[in-house]
């Protein structure tokens, strides 16, 4: 259910960010409340996402420069395209496979040394959060996108989103899909195929449509630099 009024505790976070479109609309799309997607400001920054998509989904470098091109130089650019649409970026070691979609990049937080295979798609209407030295498979999909199943709203073109939060060293399965509001606890396993519905408790293995708790894991300390919950 949308929200029915501002949210300023994600308010305050989306100011932390870079990129950001402010407008009456954004504050209602980053506080999950119902909100017109097609105002110029947010069809402005989808445009800009879609323009970055599409550099970084068909860029390579020119194998004649000298001197030659090679990983390290194709690692570079992809970050300085990362930095330019994305709201956070905790360090430089972050590599994302292309394909790579998202609706606005602004609303997304990467943690340090974060890996994605193979189309990874973020459709970032709510703030997504993802925590230090994660890794995804293939094929990721997060929602914080969606809309009501009442029909006269999206007559309306009015939509919704809630924010979608996983915590460090979380792994993520291929062909995994995250929904909208979802919290993943810290050290968690995302089984390939899963379809994660509901919040994760920390260190533990999830799998399944919709995904359940299959076993618990050794917890581990946090590493120098993590932010730990109070």
């Not at 949308?2 to 305050?12: G, R």
């Not at 976070?13 to 402010?22: C, E, F, G, I, T």
């Not at 990362?82 to 905790?90: N, Q």
């Not at 920390?202 to 076993?215: E, S, T, Y």
Request: charged fraction near 20%.
């Amino acid at each position: 259910m949308a929200a029915k009024e501002k949210n300023t505790k994600e308010l305050d976070k989306a100011k932390k960010l870079n990129h950001v479109p402010w407008c009456e609309e954004y504050g209602k799309m980053i506080s999950g409340m119902l909100y017109n997607a097609f105002s110029p400001e947010l069809n402005s920054a989808r445009f800009t996402a879609r323009a970055f998509a599409h550099k970084y989904n068909t860029w390579f470098p020119d194998p004649s420069t000298n001197p030659p091109p090679n990983f390290d130089t194709l690692a570079a650019e992809r970050f300085k395209m990362l930095k330019g649409v994305i709201g956070h970026i905790a360090d430089d070691d972050i590599f994302i496979e292309p394909p790579f979609n998202i609706d606005y990049g602004c609303n997304i937080s990467f943690g340090t040394r974060f890996y994605a295979n193979f189309n990874l798609t973020i459709l970032d209407c709510s703030l997504v959060t993802i925590g230090n030295r994660c890794m995804f498979g293939p094929n990721v999909s997060i929602f914080a996108a969606t809309h009501e199943s009442e029909v006269q709203s999206r007559r309306d073109n009015v939509e919704y989103g809630r924010p979608v939060v996983i915590g460090d060293d979380c792994w993520v399965g291929g062909n995994v899909v995250i929904l909208p509001g979802v919290t993943i606890g810290k050290g968690v396993t995302v089984g390939t195929m899963s379809v994660v519905t509901k919040d994760v408790p920390d260190f533990c293995v999830v799998m399944g449509q919709p995904a359940r708790v299959v076993k618990k894991v050794q917890e581990v300390e946090p590493e120098r630099g993590d932010v730990v919950a109070a």
